[in-house]
């Protein structure tokens, strides 16, 4: 493309931001002239594989700073989420610490602590009693029984 005010190839890698292109600028200082050659003179280019874990329900990932944490393998990805208290679903999902306890309570039922009748603050029986799940936190009352005569049994 000479003449009529063209440009010739050399003018076309130099109107580029930051100068000639990248792979002439290595020519210039000496890289080899071959990717293959590179890699196995220098080490130029390294491929590196990393695990990150997200959960199969929300998506969040064991970090939760919203950048994805990633792990060298796979078993150290489980590790960590295992660590953070991440549970295995029936299926093979894997569950964040905040969706398992929840998704495992609606497949197999609530884990109840026994019923509790507490006191008012003037030492009387409560007129209801109450229990919570160990798994997932959901609270449950109920009103209290009462004896033949309508006392807190």
Known sequence: MRGGGGLNPRNVHDTRPGGPNRQERAHRV????????????????????????????????????????HWPTENAALDAAAAQGWLVGPSGQLWCSACGPVLTCEAQGHDFSPWRHPLTLDGHPA???????????????????TDALGQVA
Not at 33 to 45: C, F, G, Q, R, W
Not at 127 to 145: F, K, M, N, T, V
């Open 127 to 145: 007129p209801s009693e109450y229990r919570h799940c160990r798994r997932c936190c959901l609270h449950d009352s109920r009103p209290a029984r």
């Open 30 to 69: 000496g890289a080899p002239e071959s990717l293959t050659h590179a890699i196995k003179e220098a080490d130029m280019l390294q491929v590196r594989t990393c695990v990150s874990v997200h959960c199969d329900q929300c998506g969040n990932d064991p970090d939760d700073s919203g950048f994805g944490a």
